[in-house]
């Protein structure tokens, strides 16, 4: 029962597989009650338990058994720690591919900011995002980033008219009110047309700041960008909100997709935000796609691009270069 679930996150296990012969509502609301208790949840399966479901699960247990690097997570960074950071150019992007689900070929790319660390290694975002936009330097790497992928990626002959790219924007650096103009003389300094770039914004900055999300995203869509609504579904960000703002993109959070195996609900409520999304004519994709079955659910659903570790994890431009190549 609910009390094992207490036991089993006392006693530190890595992971945890429901199984029950119960409806599927009370094995959605014990999956809840799972991950309200911080417990990996693998996924659940019902009695008689099958086989191939059983494998399926515990496929995922390397995943679960996995440790963050977190050596660097309760450091609290300087706003002089950060800028040198900057100064030196140790904050670089990252690539992770995004495809088409019906061709599986390449469709664009997401630029992921990481921060190779002199003495700790490549640092994921979760290290130095919040502080980085503590001490209000969040928008000048937002442009130091914007500037190296332009150049290093569509800048390439190689590269030009093969694959968009997306970026990720805060809305605290929107605060910058030059943020908008200063993308569009990067894009244009490096002869980039900003319909090939997508500007993300999460559904959270729009529910929160709706009036400078309005300001900004129609500045940059005047001047050609497209705007993508990130991480729908986790935020408060009203219908009108949605109908409002001058998206063309609606990203589907990666945590829908990891629910398609622990919660019986999960694909209404997918079909549901894709069907959102193509009545009002915003271009969807899914994030987290992690296995083929949920690849074919998805583009069964209507789902067209999508990204995710089935496909290719974040890698840095050298790496980007050897993947392609060997594409070809």
Same mark, same amino acid.
């Given at each position: 029962g609910?009390?094992?679930?207490?036991?089993?996150?006392?006693?530190?296990? !890595? $992971?945890?597989?429901?199984?029950?012969?119960?409806?599927?509502a009370l094995l959605d609301a014990a999956a809840a009650a799972a991950r309200a208790q911080g417990l990996p949840l693998l996924g659940w399966i019902e009695k008689p338990i099958n086989l191939a479901r059983l494998r399926e699960l515990l496929a995922r247990l390397g995943q679960a058994w996995a440790v963050p690097r977190d050596a660097a997570a309760a450091r609290a960074w300087t706003?002089?720690?950060?800028?040198?950071?900057? #100064?030196?150019?140790?904050?670089?992007?990252f690539y992770q591919p995004k495809f088409d689900l019906d061709?599986?070929? !390449?469709?664009?790319?997401?630029?992921?900011a990481r921060w190779r660390h002199p003495e700790l290694g490549v640092l994921a !975002? #979760?290290?130095?995002?919040? $502080?980085?936009?503590?001490? #209000?330097?969040?928008?000048?790497m937002t442009l130091a980033?914007? #500037?190296q992928a332009l150049a290093g990626v569509l800048g390439r002959s190689r590269w030009r008219g093969t694959y968009d790219l997306a970026l990720n924007l805060?809305?605290?650096?929107?605060?910058?009110a030059a943020l908008p103009e200063q993308l569009v003389q990067i894009a244009r300094g490096h002869a980039v047309d !900003?319909?090939?770039?997508?500007?993300?914004?999460?559904?959270?900055?729009?529910?929160r700041q709706p009036e400078r999300v309005q300001a900004a995203a129609t500045h940059l869509r005047l001047h050609g960008f497209r705007m993508s609504i990130d991480d729908f579904g986790t935020g408060y960000a009203s219908l009108a909100q949605l109908c409002a703002l001058p998206f063309t993109e609606l990203k589907i959070d990666r945590s829908f997709v990891a629910c398609l195996g622990t919660t019986h609900k999960a694909r209404p409520v997918l079909e549901a935000i894709l069907d959102?999304?193509?009545r009002l004519q915003l271009h969807t994709v899914a994030e987290g796609i992690e296995t083929e079955d949920d690849c074919l659910l998805l583009r069964a659903l209507g789902c067209r691009t999508g990204q995710g570790y089935l496909y290719a994890r974040p890698m840095d431009a050298a790496t980007l270069e050897q993947w392609q190549a060997a594409r070809c």
């Open positions: 609910l009390e094992l679930l207490a036991a089993v996150r006392d006693a530190g296990l !890595p $992971a945890l597989a429901l199984a029950s012969a119960m409806e599927p706003r002089a720690e950060l800028a040198a950071a900057l #100064d030196t150019g140790q904050f670089v992007p061709t599986r070929r !390449p469709a664009g790319l997401e630029v992921l !975002p #979760d290290h130095f995002i919040d $502080a980085l936009e503590s001490h #209000d330097l969040l928008g000048r980033l914007f #500037d805060s809305v605290r650096s929107l605060d910058d !900003p319909h090939c770039i997508t500007l993300e914004l999460t559904e959270t900055a729009v529910a959102l999304g193509s």
